[in-house]
Structures are given as C-alpha cells and as structure tokens.
C-alpha cells in the first residue's frame, strides 16, 4: 500500500487563491521531504527539499514567497501555492525519504492543480 | 553536475514485443541508478535500481544493468503487455546504498510507453 499520501488529488480554483497541498508519510518518520513540479510532457523538476523542525531548501528559480513549505512534523509537510495564478497551473508530486534506505523516496500520487 | 538523458520517445509498440529504452548518466563517483514509472495521473513507483558496476536489477519482468564502462542503465522487457503503457523515468543519486544517506534524485526527462493490444 501507498506509504505516502498527498492530499488533494485535484484542485480547481480562481486565480488570486492562495492553495494548501499536504503530504504525510504514513508508516514512517520523513525528516526530509521534497517537493517537485511536473508539467506536461516532462520530467520532475525539483522545487524544494523539506527539513522537519527547519527552514526549506529551495532549488534556483524558485520563489520561497510564492510556494510556501512548512514541515512541521514529522510525518507532514504541505506546500502553500499563494496568490496562484493560471501560470502556477501544473502536477505538483511530493515525496519523502525513506529512513530505512531501501529506495532514495517514496512518492506520493501527485496534486493537479488547475488555476482558472 | 550529475545528469541523466534517457532516449526521446514516444515509444509505441504492439503487445508481446521487446522493449528497450535507452539510459545513460554522468555522475562523478559511483552513484545508485533507478528506474521509475509513472502510471498516468499518479506519482512515481520505483520499478528496479542498481547500486554498483554490474549489478543487475529486475522486477516485473523488467531489467537494467549497471554498465560503468558506458554509463549506461538500459531498461528492457522481453514482452510487453499494455499494462507497461506509462511513462518511464532513469533516475540516479547518491549515498550509501545501506545505510540512509540517499541524496536527491536527478531524473531523465522521462519516455512515453504506450503499447496496443
């Protein structure tokens, strides 16, 4: 079964709101997770990494105070898309890092998000 | 820095057919090499990785071996069914394949399988 939830699956919203996408690993402890990006067609491109208890790391190009990343537990971390507009529109995928070290992560099924 | 380019498709191919798609990294040092596939509208499964020069690694009939001497991480199916219709990404990162110091993943740009029946 899924050990990575995202949720939600899909978002529709106007532009100019601001929309909250969760991830929670779900039978482990994720100190590091990671945010990535994907439009159509291509591949991930990584947006942040994700430090329970610190500050996100965020990759080139990629506004902080645009996507806002809080990893406030241990088995959460949610990205805040604010003020999104249709440009923001995209399939965002998190995933966590597996402490065990069997694989480099475990993803989650990704957010469509669809900014009208 | 570390790169992975994998073939450009889109492959399409008819059931029962042999499958290849090529993969080759650069990457200082020895990294770990994966295979993913992303079945549509979901995220990325891990279908088969390799951690060292030869090591060959396999799953759902699938399979990829680990060629240093070309930088090479072929993936192939001997015969494919269109359940295998998905989008396949080569991956690699760093860290000890024991322990839990993967680093982050650099991905392919990823090839579109779509096999008819």
């Known amino acids: 079964g899924a050990v990575v939830s995202q949720h939600p699956s899909r978002v529709i919203c106007k532009s100019g709101t601001s929309v909250k996408i969760e991830c929670r690993s779900l039978?482990?402890?994720?100190?590091?997770m990671f945010w990535y990006r994907q439009f159509p067609k291509q591949s991930l491109m990584l947006m942040a990494t994700?430090?329970?208890?610190?500050?996100?790391?965020?990759e080139q190009g990629v506004e902080k105070d645009k996507f806002l990343i809080n990893h406030a537990s241990l088995t959460l971390s949610t990205l805040t898309v604010t003020s999104a507009h249709p440009e923001d529109s995209s399939f965002y995928i998190c995933?966590?890092?597996?402490?065990?070290?069997?694989?480099?992560?475990?993803f989650g099924d990704g957010t469509r998000l669809s900014i009208l | 820095g570390d790169s992975v380019t994998q073939m450009e498709g889109p492959v399409t191919l008819s059931e029962e057919a042999f499958l290849t798609i090529n993969c080759t990294y650069t990457?200082?040092?020895?990294?770990?090499l994966f295979w993913y596939v992303q079945y549509p509208g979901e995220g990325l499964q891990l279908l088969l990785k390799?951690?060292?020069?030869?090591d060959k690694g396999s799953n759902k009939g699938f399979e990829a071996t680990y060629r240093k001497e070309t930088t090479s991480f072929h993936l192939e199916k001997g015969s494919v069914q269109v359940s295998d219709s998905a989008v396949y990404f080569c991956?690699?990162?760093?860290?000890?394949?024991?322990?839990?110091?993967?680093?982050?993943?650099?991905f392919g740009q990823g090839t579109i399988l779509t096999v008819h029946p």
């Open positions: 390799a951690t060292k020069a030869d």
């Open positions: 995933s966590a890092r597996d402490p065990r070290g069997n694989q480099p992560q475990h």
């Open positions: 039978d482990f402890q994720a100190t590091t």
């Open positions: 991956a690699l990162t760093r860290g000890d394949a024991g322990g839990t110091s993967y680093g982050k993943l650099t």
């Open positions: 994700s430090n329970e208890g610190s500050k996100a790391t965020y």
């Open positions: 990457a200082t040092g020895y990294p770990s």
